[in-house]
C-alpha cells in the first residue's frame, strides 16, 4: 500500500500547495488513507491541473473501492480527462 501511495504523491504539485507533500505524509504517518488519496484527487481536480491519465484514474477508482470510499472523485477525474 505504501509504494502506491508513494506513486501517488509523486503527482502533487508543490506549485499547487506548497504543504500538500508534507500533509500527504503525515495522513500516510496517521494511517489516514482516504484523507492522502483526496488530497491527489483535490490537486488533480484543480482547473490549472492537467487531465490525470487513464491509468491513474483507474488505480485512484481502484483504492476508492478497495477502501470503500464512495464519492464521485473518479467520476470527476473521468469527466475533466473527457472519459466517458
Known amino acids: 500500500m505504501r509504494q502506491i501511495f508513494a506513486?501517488?504523491?509523486s503527482v502533487l504539485s508543490t506549485e499547487w500547495n506548497p504543504d500538500a507533500p508534507a500533509v500527504f505524509d503525515e495522513f500516510l504517518r496517521e494511517h489516514e488513507w482516504g484523507l492522502a488519496l483526496h488530497v491527489v484527487c483535490d490537486?488533480?481536480?484543480e482547473p490549472a491541473t492537467p487531465p490525470a491519465a487513464a491509468?491513474?484514474?483507474e488505480e485512484i477508482q481502484g483504492l476508492h473501492k478497495a477502501m470503500g470510499i464512495e464519492d464521485s472523485c473518479a467520476i470527476d477525474l473521468?469527466?475533466?480527462a473527457?472519459?466517458?
Open 78 to 80: 473521468r469527466r475533466k
Open 55 to 57: 491509468e491513474l484514474i
Open 7 to 9: 506513486n501517488l504523491k
Open 43 to 45: 490537486y488533480l481536480l
Open 82 to 84: 473527457g472519459q466517458s
